[in-house]
């Protein structure tokens, strides 16, 4: 998925391109800066690109002398902003101690472990990586998980550290960020008596989640991620997919988007 969301950056880039809104390149695999770029103006602002409701960051979870903590995050402004925003709600005293959304999780010792330096090791040392996963899986997925209800804010909030002011969702549109609008593009709408665009904050929901994640190889690993669901469709999409298409964008759905218009 990672790599067709790259793709869906790439054209939804050369797109916007053709209406001089996309600036400054593509993010791709960096993490400290925007997926895309947009310009109104002299004024740029970024904007977070996601093909459907999806996990908004993730960072790992490590278990060392039975006890469930946090990977390294100290260097990575997002990740410490996943510990930071878990550790508000609650997450690791759910793991490791008590309460009703880590009942299932806790008190279990996964074959996945961590040495004191943080490097993963297999418990016991020769189990087939294959039969650990399955086995670790059985345990702590489904309905063992961990979910933690969380306001929408809270993924704007995210993007927002990483200097962007919109949402676009391809399969659902585009979105303000806890009302931010840096182009002031809901002051042209509003002129022309067009809806606003929405906040994502109040149009969506999301939550914290815990689970075993498989990488392939029969490597795997406890990761917390924040998702995002139930989210209400926006009037506009600046990068609208074609259908039955995941990186393709829809040029003439993006030709007929009132949007286009405040951008000029």
């Not at 400290?32 to 459907?52: A, F, H, N, Q």
């Not at 995050?73 to 508000?88: G, L, V």
């Not at 008596?193 to 815990?210: C, G, T, W």
């Amino acid at each position: 998925m990672a790599q067709e969301g790259f793709v869906y950056e790439a054209n939804a880039y050369g797109a916007l391109k053709e209406y001089n809104i996309s600036t400054g390149g593509i993010a791709g695999a960096s993490h400290d800066k925007p997926d895309l770029t947009v310009k109104r103006g002299k004024k740029t602002s970024g904007v977070e690109l996601k093909i459907s409701p999806t996990a908004a960051g993730s960072l790992v979870l490590k278990y060392h002398k039975g006890k469930w903590d946090y990977g390294e995050y100290k260097s990575d402004i997002e990740k410490k902003f996943i510990r930071d925003m878990a550790e508000q709600n609650g997450l690791m005293k759910q793991m490791n101690k008590s309460g009703t959304a880590g009942a299932k999780w806790r008190g279990k010792i996964p074959h996945l472990q961590n040495d004191a330096s943080g490097k993963k090791v297999l418990v016991p040392p020769k189990i087939d990586k294959q039969k650990a996963y399955k086995a670790d899986l059985k345990k702590f997925g489904a309905d063992n998980e961990v979910h933690i209800d969380i306001p929408a804010k809270m993924i704007c909030d995210y993007y927002i550290a990483k200097k962007c002011s919109y949402f676009n969702v391809g399969s659902h549109g585009f979105y303000t960020l806890n009302g931010k609008d840096e182009l002031g593009l809901n002051a042209t709408l509003k002129k022309n008596k067009l809806p606003e665009i929405p906040d994502f904050a109040q149009n969506a929901k999301a939550k914290i989640r815990v689970r075993c994640q498989y990488k392939g190889g029969g490597d795997y690993q406890f990761v917390v991620t924040m998702q995002f669901s139930g989210v209400k469709k926006s009037p506009y999409n600046i990068a609208p997919l074609s259908k039955g298409s995941k990186s393709n964008i829809d040029k003439s759905a993006l030709a007929k988007d009132n949007l286009l218009m405040a951008f000029s």
